[in-house]
């Protein structure tokens, strides 16, 4: 029996996280689940963001089903045991250096979308972020100048080998889809984004037929609202592709609605799958959580780290079903709570 781990975390994480498992136990597909403390849960239930249990339970899962992390009265606390660190510990801890971050319009949404319907109508694309990388897991500190000033610093830093890895995946991606590649990066300022953008153009050698745009991130951050469409797969770095993918939430709704994996290997291991939002405390604890990001999740972990197409398909079909059918949680513009919004992707199931 495959093992899925539910780490639902802080805020709204557990809200969200509850619909995504009612959708996968409706399904009967016969996975055993296992819960685990995570963020500021973690911190005071078993004194640590990241407590051993859970970072066990992670590696011995076949999937793990993420939530949130984040809790305002943590922010106080030394950076090592703050709720964030869980899930940055998760990613670098499993070796997850690939997150696909699809951003897709669903039909019915125009109207909840901060673009144009004609501008956002054609949206279908992926962003694929490096991370466990750059300026994220560089050196960092806090230190004093000669001249008496407190200075933090983090350090941006590529080496080729991840580059490589990231740069691969993204042809290979492009390769299954539209065959067409946007690198985003800031070659014209940054070294570490020189060495990215040659790594980027090497690669590219083994992959004649995909067309490759390299193109700044402020300039693309602009392009994501002017002209969506012309991005089919973006891969870039990890802070980069952070920004990005909160700004093209947007383009398609809703924070709400954008899942994630988070893969050391395109299929077949376990992988970490999360909404892209946080535990959203202005929200937390109302009902008002929009879980679609967090069902879309569960159906990428199905078909990526369980191999299960076919209820992963049926999953987003339901999501889909759900949308056109007009339910709208708060962010999207109705007036639906989140269990209504999961009882509206299970009406879709059956
Ligand atoms: P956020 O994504 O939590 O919230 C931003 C805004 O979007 C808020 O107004 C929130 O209400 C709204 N929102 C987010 N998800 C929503 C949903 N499913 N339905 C409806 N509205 C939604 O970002 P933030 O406020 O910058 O961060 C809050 C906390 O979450 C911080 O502690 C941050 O570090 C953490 N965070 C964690 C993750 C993660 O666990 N992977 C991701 C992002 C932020
Ligand atoms: C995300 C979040 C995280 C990130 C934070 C909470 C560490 O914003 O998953 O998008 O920056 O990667
Ligand atoms: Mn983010």
């Known amino acids: 029996m495959p093992l899925v781990a539910i780490l639902a975390g802080d805020g709204i994480g557990p809200e969200v996280t509850a619909e995504a498992r009612r959708v996968l136990e409706a399904l009967d597909l016969g996975i055993d689940f296992e819960e685990g403390l995570v963020g500021g849960a973690g911190y005071r239930g078993a004194g640590h963001p990241l407590p051993p249990a859970t970072l066990d339970l992670a590696k011995r899962a076949d999937g793990v089903l993420f939530g949130a992390v984040g809790d305002p009265a943590c922010d106080a606390l030394e950076r090592a045991m703050r709720p964030e660190q869980a899930i940055l510990g998760l990613r670098k801890e499993l070796g997850l250096f690939a997150n696909l971050r699809p951003a897709t319009l669903f039909e019915g949404l125009e109207d909840a979308a901060a673009l144009r319907p004609d501008v956002a109508r054609d949206i279908d694309m992926v962003i694929l972020r490096e991370l466990t990388g750059d300026v994220y897991f560089g050196e960092k500190g806090l230190r004093t100048t000669g001249e008496g000033l407190r200075q933090g610093y983090d350090v941006m830093a590529y080496d080729e080998a991840e580059v490589r890895r990231i740069a691969i995946v993204g042809f290979e991606m492009a390769m299954r889809r539209k065959k067409r590649l946007h690198s985003v990066d800031k070659a014209n300022v940054l070294e570490t984004s020189q060495l990215w953008r040659d790594v980027v153009n090497e690669v590219a050698t083994g992959y004649p037929e995909v067309a490759l745009i390299h193109m700044y991130a402020d300039n693309a951050a602009m392009q994501l609202v002017r002209h969506p469409g012309q991005f089919d797969v973006m891969v870039t770095?990890?802070?980069?592709g952070d920004i990005l993918s909160d700004l093209a939430s947007m383009c398609v709704g809703s924070i709400g609605m954008l899942p994630s994996a988070a893969l050391r290997e395109w299929a077949?291991?376990?992988?970490?799958?999360?909404?892209?939002?946080?535990?959203?405390?202005?929200i937390a604890g109302q009902g008002k959580a929009n879980p679609c990001a967090a069902i879309l999740s569960a159906a990428m972990l199905l078909r990526h780290s369980l191999d299960m197409p076919e209820p992963a398909d049926r999953i987003e079909t339901a999501v889909a079903a759900a949308i056109a059918g007009g339910?709208?949680?708060?962010?999207?513009?109705?007036?639906?709570?989140?269990?209504?919004?999961?009882?509206a992707v299970l009406a879709g199931l059956a």
């Not at 770095?237 to 980069?240: D, I, L």
């Open 237 to 240: 770095g990890n802070m980069f």
């Open 268 to 282: 077949g291991a376990c992988g970490l799958y999360e909404p892209i939002h946080g535990s959203a405390p202005d």
């Open 327 to 343: 339910a709208r949680t708060p962010d999207l513009g109705g007036t639906l709570s989140t269990s209504a919004m999961g009882d």
